[in-house]
């Protein structure tokens, strides 16, 4: 089993609907948590960090469960920018060091 | 402008035939990894350094060496780069190597081994 999992989709979305998409991790001493947003053979860029209480920006919300060891990603009033593949990284200890392990990510594609 | 660069951005190459690829960060970021990424495996680990002369291996690092002699650079290097070794690499940088720090990352190299 992977240490972080998603789905890889894709998931096709209409323009304006709203999507929502899972991660689960399998390290209960994972310690912060990503949503990196990266374009089609592009670098991965930061979209939004994950913190316990949960957190929004703009059409963006984070939640990040640690029951089910879970996070998820909503976005409302999708653009067709928002087309993209979301990765996410979960910061788990290894020793007296962090790594970050990323999952495979979930492949968003809106349509007109 | 703050960034990581990469060179090159692609390379086509054989068997055997040693590489390096570098890395530089205008940052004055302290912490610099390469990645590796696969189609339905996500970003993998080859290499870490926490700061200058401190390297570590990462989850992949078999058949890759690095070298962190100055703060900004951070080469990969391939001695004898074999098929399994085509892949698209990133480096990428951090303030310092702790749990909360953003990764910027390089443009990517998109390598292919023949």
């Known amino acids: 089993r992977k240490e972080v999992e998603q789905d890889p989709g894709p998931f096709n979305v209409p323009e304006g609907a709203t999507v929502a998409f899972n991660c689960t991790y399998s390290?209960?001493?994972?310690?912060?948590f990503f949503w990196y947003r990266q374009d089609c053979r592009k670098e991965p860029k930061l979209l939004m960090s994950v913190y316990s209480s949960g957190n929004e920006d703009g059409r963006f919300t984070a939640q990040l469960n640690r029951a089910s060891q879970y996070i998820s990603l909503l976005i409302r009033d999708s653009k067709l920018s928002d087309s993209a593949t979301y990765l996410c990284v979960v910061n788990t200890a290894r020793g007296s060091n962090y790594q970050l392990i990323w999952g495979a990510g979930t492949k968003l594609i809106i349509k007109p | 402008e703050a960034q990581v660069t990469q060179n090159p951005r692609y390379l086509i190459t054989v068997t055997g035939k040693k590489l390096t690829v570098t890395c530089s960060q205008n940052m004055n970021h302290e912490y610099m990894s390469w990645y590796r990424q696969d189609p339905g495996l996500g970003l993998r680990q080859i290499y870490y350094?926490?700061?200058?002369?401190?390297?570590d291996k990462g989850d992949v690092p078999e058949g890759y060496k690095v070298s962190r002699k100055e703060k900004r650079n951070f080469p990969l290097i391939l001695e004898s780069p074999s098929p399994n070794q085509t892949s698209l690499y990133f480096c990428?940088?951090?303030?310092?190597?702790?749990?909360?720090?953003?990764?910027?990352f390089g443009p990517g190299t998109r390598l292919t081994v023949l």
């Open positions: 390290n209960s001493a994972s310690q912060s």
């Open positions: 990428a940088s951090s303030l310092r190597g702790t749990s909360y720090n953003e990764q910027f």
């Open positions: 350094s926490m700061n200058v002369e401190v390297t």
